[in-house]
């Protein structure tokens, strides 16, 4: 469907089942996020929330909650999207056969954006305080936007075509800022925001930026899209949507005609204020950190203006769809941007960020004299190097056929069961991590460590918890997570100083036992080795965002030959929580027995069950 605006697209949803309207009053404080989050978790539509507590505008939510739901809104434009990342990737073939791909250029071309003039009719000037105010979680600092796309352009380059378009996530009240005139903006200096920041900081001029809410949804994906060079945010909004994105000027800022809602303000060089806490992608809360501050100029809404919003949390949530639809549309990208690779999956239960998965080439090892990681070493260089992908903590790479990062558990085992913990074991202390993720030294501040495993196996993987792990008094709780790991409960962690003490005492009490571990690589030492084990899921996710490679990795007969660390026994993964963490997010127990009202007898969602 062409749809002109959001609106047109959730009757379009409503129209096929993939929506439910709330026509219960529902509170922006907690409650309406509250809803969103058991109707994610159980699957269910969209939701349209036409009375929220406070505000006279609707809302709206869970539009990309399903990779299915996802397809269906852009069922009439995905394919010749799909086709204009490939030619971008693979530019050659263009010129090879360029009549096959002459309907592909004229529909980049039609994509262009739109300049009009004025302001759109039936805006209307409001407040910040007229908004819907969702706050998301009960530690979070205030009410935010959680879908915004955010618009700047180069000070060097101005114009629509050099523009930036990303999604940032936007703090509307709470800490210092002053209500209707302040907010606080969340994004980094490397961003292509803040990379026009820079720019505007050496010209001693302020940043204009206009942030739009609501709009066609291809809007919201361009805004998180890893584009080909050369192609737009907005030219493939335009693409997405089947409809140019259309736009004026009003005082200098940037004005969306399709967006429901537009902020236009200025950031300042040098002007920052607290940001947060918020509940964030990784399970946890990003704490109070100085960020961008962004004096508002003006704020608009269009007649019947529906907000949109979304809730980020341990994952899968709906910005799992979004990873989901990015893959299927650049998913052959990393083939073009690092020769040899064949796939890099970004573990969406560990977070994103915390944890890859990549297939690489060995084709070197016809020549060497054993079949060892010598090729896809290099390949993880360039992987830790390579955009978003540096933010990583954890690489996990392999060579192989018939082999697939997203079986998650498949590929764990194939690397397991070959992974030399003598050799194969390579990390980079003091580097930079991702901001949200609070397990390191500092702010940004952490390790990584590459496993880099090839060859035969080496070892037939454990099926059950060996016995020397559960003879009196050697462990508490010791559970299978999965073929060759096993979780165990230890004492609360105190300190890095006792730890190291800990982890030393079990590597001295396994060390008699190694033989009958050769089939257990992985021992996690954890809070609550039941939850460890529980599934999958609560594994990738409990042990990968909770360490710090260079701190909380420990091996039984570890060593250090040249510079480069190893062990004889199994690795020691120390996953319990430190006191630097930031508290995971753990929802309000009122206000889901507030909700629950929606979901009995005659109750919007009555259809859906209670959800609990």
């Known amino acids: 469907m062409m749809?002109?605006?959001?609106?047109?697209?959730?009757?379009?949803?409503?129209?096929?089942?993939?929506l439910i309207r709330i026509k219960e009053e529902v509170d922006p404080h907690l409650e309406m996020a509250a809803i969103h989050l058991r109707v994610h978790a159980m699957k269910g539509p969209a939701l349209l929330f036409e009375k929220v507590k406070g505000s006279r505008f609707r809302a709206a939510s869970n539009i990309f909650g399903t990779t299915e739901r996802s397809r269906f809104?852009?069922?009439?434009?995905?394919?010749?999207?799909?086709?204009?990342?490939?030619?971008?990737?693979?530019?050659?073939?263009?010129?090879k056969k360029p009549f096959r791909h002459i309907g592909t250029g004229l529909a980049a071309l039609k994509a262009l954006p739109l300049k009009r003039s004025g302001l759109p009719s039936g805006f209307e000037e409001i407040r910040i305080s007229d908004l819907p105010l969702i706050k998301h979680w009960?530690?979070?600092?205030?009410?935010?936007?959680?879908?915004?796309?955010?618009?700047?352009e180069d000070a060097d380059k101005p114009g629509i075509m050099n523009a930036n378009l990303g999604m940032y996530r936007i703090q509307l009240t709470g800490n210092d800022y002053v209500t209707d005139k302040e907010v606080g903006l969340h994004y980094q200096i490397h961003r292509g925001i803040g990379i026009h920041q820079a720019k505007a900081n050496k010209k001693g001029i302020p940043l204009k930026v206009s942030c739009f809410v609501g709009g066609h949804p291809a809007h919201t994906l361009a805004a998180v899209m890893p584009l080909p060079e050369g192609l737009s945010e907005l030219t493939f909004a335009g693409l997405l949507a089947g409809r140019r994105f259309r736009y004026s000027y009003e005082e200098g800022f940037c004005i969306s005609h399709d967006a429901d809602f537009i902020i236009t303000g200025e950031v300042l060089p040098n002007e920052n204020k607290p940001e947060g806490p918020f509940g964030d992608h990784l399970g946890y809360y990003s704490l109070t950190h100085p960020f961008p501050l962004m004096k508002v100029n003006k704020v608009y809404a269009r007649k019947n203006a529906i907000w949109n919003f979304t809730v980020v949390g341990r994952p899968p949530q709906e910005d799992t769809a979004f990873g989901a639809l990015i893959h299927e549309l650049t998913g052959d990208a990393i083939r073009q941007e690092i020769p040899g690779v064949q796939e890099v999956h970004a573990v969406d239960a560990a977070g994103v960020h915390p944890l890859?998965?990549?297939?690489?080439?060995?084709?070197?090892?016809?020549?060497?004299?054993?079949?060892?990681?010598?090729?896809?070493?290099?390949?993880?260089?360039?992987?830790l190097g390579t955009g978003q992908l540096s933010l990583a903590k954890f690489l996990f790479i392999t060579a192989g056929e018939s082999l697939s990062t997203h079986d998650e558990a498949a590929f764990l085992r194939y690397v397991l069961e070959r992974i030399d913990l003598r050799r194969d074991i390579h990390?980079?202390?003091?580097?930079?991590?991702?901001?949200?993720?609070?397990?390191?030294?500092?702010?940004?501040?952490?390790?990584?460590?590459?496993?880099?495993?090839?060859?035969?196996?080496l070892r037939q993987l454990d099926t059950?918890?060996?016995?020397?792990?559960?003879?009196?008094?050697?462990?508490?709780?010791a559970h299978l997570v999965m073929p060759g790991v096993v979780a165990v409960t230890a004492p609360a962690f105190e300190n890095y100083e006792k730890a190291a003490a800990e982890m030393q005492q079990i590597s001295d009490r396994l060390l008699a036992d190694a033989n009958a571990l050769k089939g257990l690589p992985f021992l996690v030492v954890c809070d609550d080795s039941a939850f460890m084990a529980a599934t999958v899921n609560n594994f990738l996710w409990a042990t990968f965002t909770r360490c710090n490679p260079s701190h909380d990795i420990y091996g039984v007969d570890s060593f250090i030959q040249h510079k480069h660390w190893?062990?004889?026994?199994?690795?020691?993964?120390?996953?319990?929580?430190k006191p630097h963490h930031a508290p995971p997010l753990i929802p309000d127990p009122e206000v889901e027995q507030r909700v629950d009202r929606l979901f009995e007898k005659g109750g919007s969602l009555e259809r859906l069950g209670n959800g609990r």
């Open 464 to 477: 059950a918890v060996p016995a020397v792990l559960t003879a009196p008094g050697v462990f508490r709780a």
């Open 3 to 18: 749809y002109r605006n959001l609106e047109e697209c959730l009757n379009d949803l409503e129209k096929h089942g993939h």
């Open 73 to 95: 809104i852009f069922r009439d434009t995905w394919k010749a999207v799909e086709e204009i990342i490939a030619l971008r990737n693979d530019p050659i073939s263009a010129l």
């Open 138 to 152: 009960p530690m979070d600092g205030g009410a935010f936007v959680t879908l915004p796309l955010v618009y700047t």
């Open 427 to 457: 990390f980079h202390t003091n580097t930079t991590i991702d901001t949200l993720d609070y397990s390191g030294t500092g702010l940004n501040s952490g390790s990584k460590v590459v496993f880099a495993a090839y060859g035969e196996p």
């Open 566 to 577: 190893g062990c004889r026994g199994p690795l020691l993964i120390d996953a319990r929580t």
């Open 356 to 383: 890859l998965f990549a297939i690489g080439s060995e084709r070197y090892t016809p020549y060497l004299q054993t079949r060892q990681p010598a090729e896809i070493l290099t390949q993880a260089n360039r992987i």
